[in-house]
């Protein structure tokens, strides 16, 4: 039988500067995730293992239009995903259909 296979660190997230930016301190987090007390600030520093519907969950508590896998990326720097979501729809669907006419 196959052994399960875990990574060796967890990955990389932007828990903490999320949190920051969004004017949280680790203890409201907690309170809208109604998490246990200190939970926060084991996942910020990495001493307890933050899966994706974690993120998700944590994403929704922090507000606004945030997705789990944007806890993956600094605040600061946004992804291209990110940066599409904040235009208005018809700019979004603009952009959408050049590149697929792109990909042609």
Do not use: C
Request: aromatic fraction near 4%; hydrophobic fraction near 35%.
């Amino acid at each position: 039988m196959p052994r399960k296979t875990e990574p060796k660190k967890p990955f990389v997230h932007f828990i903490a500067e999320h949190r920051m930016k969004a004017g949280l301190t680790q203890k409201k987090l907690e309170e809208r995730l109604g998490a246990s007390p200190m939970t926060v600030s084991r996942w910020e520093t990495y001493e307890v293992r933050v899966d994706m519907p974690t993120l998700a969950a944590i994403a929704e508590a922090l507000g606004g239009d945030l997705e789990a896998e944007d806890l993956l990326h600094h605040p600061d720097r946004p992804t291209p995903n990110q940066l599409l979501r904040k235009l208005p729809k018809d700019d979004q669907d603009f952009v959408l259909r050049t590149i697929k006419g792109l990909q042609k």
